[in-house]
């Protein structure tokens, strides 16, 4: 009986390479990593594209895009694309809507930069990142939520509910996840926290970037980044790979900006005048990674499993 039809078979070596571990989490993850610094790239191209006049209605449109793809995105019923989906609509709304209403209420209050005390004449943080430590207490207030929902997967509030025994409750019988939803969410308040945690880490009058403790959160950062990076580089799933890829990758971003805080490496990803080649090429390669990806099924383990088993019996 022929079951080719019934039974899509992967496309070749190569697919079936792609379909395994570790190339399932790497995709993703590196995906995820580059786009954080895209962000920035993107922040600093619409302001001189558009400039100080448009650069808000720029971002209220990029904004918009995202909500669009997020609409689409929850009513797709492919997991994978709409998981994706997800991801880019949380980056598109963050960067759009989020970091720049801080662009223009730092503007508007006319708060200053905050300037660099080892190297007169640069900037340590810009103002729109000093108005957004003000947010906190809203991100704080959110926490509970994500923490005590009984429908949660997330490792990481799993772990705490376990731990420290917070269910309250089974989760509900039937219950259907919207990945795009999930997903969006997941983006926005990882970005969020991040950012926040370093912001109040690199405050004069708690740490200061330059304080022996924020090198042991530099250090104990980066081992916490390799120990889920080996996990991620497990998964079989692509659609789990990529909602573990995004604190995954933004934690990792988290080692990648202290280095760029102390100097180690260069920002580059704020200078598209001068790598315009370089970003664009990185740009378009995370553009057609991420098509691809999306085009990949949910689940390929077991119809490996199935391929090897027969090619076995035939041999």
Known sequence: MNTSASTPKAQGPLAQLFYRPPYVGLVAFVVVFLVQGLGHTLMVAMENIFGHEYILQAAFFMGAAGTVMLFFGMKTAGEVPGTWLGFWAGTLIWTGWIEFSFVWGADYLGVPDLMDSRNPGEIATKNEYLVMMSSVGLMVSLLPYFLLNKETKCNFFVWFQRRLKLRVGKPSRGYQRNFAAITC?????????????????????????????????????????????????????????????IPTAIIAYSSWEILERWGVISDFWVQPQKYALELGLTGAAVLIAGFLVAKTPAHKKAELSREELAALKQG
């Open 185 to 245: 969410m997941e983006t926005i308040y990882v970005l969020w926290f991040c950012y926040l945690a370093l912001l109040f880490l690199y405050e004069e009058s708690i740490l200061g970037d330059h304080h022996p403790v924020m090198y042991v959160v530099f250090f104990a950062n980066t081992v916490w980044s390799l120990y889920l990076m080996q996990r991620l580089f497990r998964f079989w799933k692509v659609t789990t790979a990529i909602r573990y890829a």
